[in-house]
């Protein structure tokens, strides 16, 4: 089973257009994370949410925003998507919001901005 | 400010051989946490062991342990027994213990076992 799932696994899409990545959990935890990976593979927390409300907000454009339905998901909404977009978004929970917790990753949204 | 450096981009090694990965960082805390991920092929990023800085005795998780030198910042990851399926990216990874919420990751080295 998997623990941490997100889809798509693949977006193609063209500059402008808005789309949403979404990631679920299914490990009871409280705490879900947003990441960016970009072509350097280099990682970036971009937001994290504590059961539904917002607890970290890197600095990130105001066309990303994060929606929380439930602790079990974060989705991830992006406007006017820009071809500096382009990247490998990553889903991670862990059980608390304390720092040092564990956290576990999703698979990864592979953007791709033409 | 906080850093993590990995120093390697690439690097191989033989089945069956013991590697080393190293990381170094930069700090002015005195507690915190070090995490080395996994990123196969498959992307998925993979929890392969973490250290308390509070605690000196190494972290150990099967074939994979942790040479710790908090004086010298150093955090190097070594795999023995490497395995084909243990190639992937690595990525070491620094978390603040306490205040503001800060998790960074060094740039990975990437990792091929050879037959």
């Known amino acids: 089973d998997t623990a941490v799932s997100q889809t798509p696994k693949y977006l193609v899409t063209q500059m402008g257009n808005d789309k949403s990545i979404k990631c679920e959990q299914n490990l009871g935890h409280d705490t879900m994370y947003w990441y960016k990976q970009d072509s350097k593979k280099f990682l970036k927390i971009m937001f994290s949410?504590?059961?539904?409300?917002?607890?970290i907000n890197e600095t990130v454009p105001n066309r990303f925003s994060p929606k929380s339905p439930d602790k079990a998901h974060l989705n991830l909404h992006i406007n006017s998507l820009e071809l500096g977009d382009s990247a490998v978004y990553f889903c991670?929970?862990?059980?608390?919001?304390?720092?040092?917790?564990?956290?576990?990753f999703g698979p990864g949204t592979r953007l791709t901005v033409l | 400010a906080q850093t993590v450096t990995q120093s390697q981009p690439e690097m191989s090694v033989q089945e069956a051989e013991t590697v080393t990965l190293s990381c170094t960082y930069d700090t002015s805390e005195n507690n915190y946490y070090l995490f080395w991920y996994k990123q196969p092929p498959s992307r998925q990023m993979i929890l392969v062991i973490r250290q308390e800085a509070y605690k000196q005795q190494n972290a150990t998780e099967n074939r994979f342990s942790v040479n710790f030198q908090k004086a010298a910042k150093s955090f190097s990851l070594k795999i023995s027994d490497s395995q084909l399926g243990d190639t992937a990216m690595y990525f070491c990874a620094f978390m603040k213990a306490s205040g503001t919420y800060k998790y960074i990751f060094g740039t990975g080295t990437r990792l091929k076992v050879l037959a």
């Open positions: 991670a929970s862990s059980q608390g919001s304390l720092l040092g917790d564990t956290q576990y």
């Open positions: 949410y504590n059961n539904k409300e917002l607890i």
